[in-house]
């Protein structure tokens, strides 16, 4: 006899058959670049709202923590949590996200980069460096980790949507002394989802990407999803869409008639709440989910 199994019941049970994530791992074993004499908060963390999310504060340690897929398919997606640039909204943009990239056989890495913006430099500044060293630390540990280095993909939500459009268009210079063992191989990865992110338009001329975000030839493939709704940032995932166009690079676009911001991976009632059922179509026709 076949039993059917209601599907909001079916995502509940594939999102619980996982492996447990490795303990979290530093970024920089040999000292957070530039930040050595800072004396910095204690990092904290709250639950807030009715949804229980998980709020980090005063990050000056980052780390990448490491969500083996059991039967994994090859492909791995680091996942940036958003806030912008002060905290990290870490449960439902950061691990309920991972734990869905398992369910789908894809191996995942909770990024948790420093926050709150550090003085005197731009806001993504130290953002940048930890999402370029665990680029190179996904890398470095393909074989041991059973990836596949040239399916190193970065999903980002608000603030941390704009960390990866950053990644995904980056020309691979660093802006700290590379480490040989974790630096060697390319900070740039292979495609990026960027789910309502933050401060993609330029302040002063809102028709261009911002100065830190540059479309070219050979930019990798992008998923964006934002709602209509969204107060600030919906003509920022429009304006990344058209430059992607414009280059001939491979984008696909979502813009929901509802669904505001900072929903995460299912914090919403609104239609957008099947933007993950869209996330995995688009990567399997990129052929992401294929061993």
Same mark, same amino acid.
């Given at each position: 006899?076949?039993?059917?199994?209601?599907?909001?019941?079916?995502?509940?049970?594939?999102?619980?058959?996982?492996?447990?994530?490795?303990?979290?791992?530093?970024?920089?074993?040999?000292?957070?670049?530039?930040?050595?004499?800072?004396?910095?908060?204690?990092?904290?963390?709250?639950?807030?709202?009715?949804?229980?999310?998980?709020? =980090?504060?005063?990050? !000056?340690?980052? +780390?990448? *923590?490491?969500?083996? #897929?059991?039967?994994?398919?090859?492909? @791995?997606? $680091?996942?940036?949590?958003?806030?912008?640039?002060?905290?990290?909204?870490?449960?439902?943009?950061?691990?309920?996200?991972?734990?869905?990239?398992?369910?789908?056989?894809?191996?995942?890495?909770?990024?948790?980069?420093?926050?709150?913006?550090?003085?005197?430099?731009?806001?993504?500044?130290?953002?940048?460096?930890?999402?370029?060293?665990?680029?190179?630390?996904?890398?470095?540990?393909?074989?041991?980790?059973?990836?596949?280095?040239?399916?190193?993909?970065?999903?980002?939500?608000?603030?941390?949507?704009?960390?990866?459009? =950053?990644?995904?268009? !980056?020309?691979? +210079?660093? *802006?700290?002394?590379? #480490?040989?063992?974790?630096?060697?191989? @390319?900070? $740039?990865?292979?495609?990026?989802?960027?789910?309502?992110?933050?401060?993609?338009?330029?302040?002063?001329?809102?028709?261009?990407?911002?100065?830190?975000?540059?479309?070219?030839?050979?930019?990798?493939?992008?998923?964006?999803?934002?709602?209509?709704?969204?107060?600030?940032?919906?003509?920022?995932?429009?304006?990344?869409?058209?430059?992607?166009?414009?280059?001939?690079?491979?984008?696909?676009?979502?813009?929901?008639?509802?669904?505001?911001?900072?929903?995460?991976?299912?914090?919403?009632?609104?239609?957008?709440?099947?933007?993950?059922?869209?996330?995995?179509?688009?990567?399997?026709?990129?052929?992401?989910?294929?061993?």
């Amino acid at each position: 006899m076949k039993v059917s199994i209601p599907l909001s019941l079916a995502v509940v049970l594939s999102l619980n058959i996982q492996a447990a994530p490795l303990d979290p791992q530093p970024l920089w074993p040999e000292g957070v670049p530039g930040e050595q004499n800072l004396e910095l908060p204690a990092e904290s963390v709250i639950i807030k709202g009715e949804h229980q999310i998980e709020i =980090m504060s005063n990050v !000056s340690e980052p +780390t990448l *923590t490491w969500y083996p #897929a059991e039967n994994g398919n090859g492909t @791995s997606v $680091i996942v940036c949590p958003g806030g912008a640039y002060n905290i990290l909204a870490y449960s439902h943009e950061g691990k309920d996200v991972c734990n869905w990239l398992n369910s789908i056989g894809i191996s995942a890495g909770l990024l948790k980069y420093r926050v709150p913006r550090r003085d005197d430099l731009a806001k993504h500044h130290a953002p940048l460096q930890d999402v370029h060293r665990a680029i190179g630390i996904i890398r470095s540990n393909a074989e041991q980790w059973s990836i596949d280095p040239e399916r190193v993909g970065i999903m980002g939500f608000s603030a941390g949507g704009h960390l990866s459009s =950053m990644a995904l268009t !980056s020309d691979g +210079t660093r *802006t700290y002394p590379a #480490a040989p063992e974790l630096d060697a191989l @390319s900070c $740039i990865p292979n495609f990026a989802m960027l789910v309502y992110p933050a401060y993609q338009q330029n302040e002063s001329d809102p028709d261009k990407l911002a100065p830190e975000i540059t479309v070219t030839s050979t930019t990798p493939p992008a998923f964006l999803v934002v709602a209509h709704g969204d107060k600030k940032w919906t003509e920022g995932s429009a304006r990344f869409y058209i430059e992607m166009k414009r280059k001939d690079r491979s984008c696909e676009l979502h813009i929901f008639a509802k669904g505001g911001h900072g929903f995460g991976y299912d914090k919403t009632e609104e239609e957008i709440k099947q933007w993950p059922i869209l996330a995995e179509k688009w990567m399997a026709a990129m052929q992401l989910l294929g061993n």
